[in-house]
């Protein structure tokens, strides 16, 4: 017992050279990680240059349009749901009306039940759930579009490489929300709603993956050059040190504008006031399908994406 308690309590003798060899050992194997692996998508210095850049006066309009997106979908799905109830109603006052006339004993029964089925539409009835309102607000959210680019080529200062990405991805997060809330209320065709919703989620695939494979580059090409302090603390979405910036074509450009166009009929039609033929609404669909194609290629070949001009 005592001979196998000292084999337990015995250490073997580590000298000095071999805690360096360790330690060498260990620094080469982290540099080949670095310079063989992938680099992190977010790191502190990333996460306080995304912070301060959205900041900026235009990010802030581009903010509040994303904010916007989920409300003005609440309004559209409440108004189609209080239209819905109001058809049953309709539809079950009419069934008790007939019963009425060939039974008028039962006229009290019917009033009180008309009474009662119109007390439950009123209190789930949301005022602010109206067409009108919406559509105003979408109008409102398509101004704040056009007013953060505006800001941006006259005050250069407030242009950012972060808002190069956060303003198409607030367009579309707007148009997937929206297309997906008109779907569900019959004034998209599902098959549309399926090629926009597939087309951004692999907008999104592809400009992470060229942007992730970009700063891997200039990262190993500076540990190369002996700049390790600048290329070590790399993230993939730094706006300090990302070396792309996504700058849409014409044809994207022509694409969002048509797919906006086209929401914004879709809400109008709900007003009553308002008659959209449904001619105009299919040539549209039909267009907007061809260049939702045609300008997903910039995207995924890369040329959507421009040096950033950082250093």
Partial sequence: MFTNSCRQLSKPSISAEDITSHADENEISSEKQKSSGGAAPLNKRATDAILSQLSSPPNILTLSRIIATPYLSY?????????????CSATVGESKTAAAVSSPAADVAVDTAAATDLSIITTNLDLSSTPVIALSLFILMGFTDFLDGYIARLYPSTA?????YLDPFADKFMISIMSLTLWHTGSLPGMLVGLWVARDVGIFGSAYWLVRRETIRIRNRK???????????MAIMDPQSTPLKIQASFTSKVNTVLQIGLISMGIAGEVPSINIPPELMTSLIWITAGTTIGSSLGYLDGSALKNSGNK
């Fill in 223 to 233: 540990k190369e050059e002996g700049n390790d302090d600048d290329s070590s603390d």
């Fill in 75 to 87: 309004l559209l799905l409440s108004h189609h749901q209080v239209s819905v109830a109001n058809s």
């Fill in 160 to 164: 950012t490489v972060i808002g190069t």
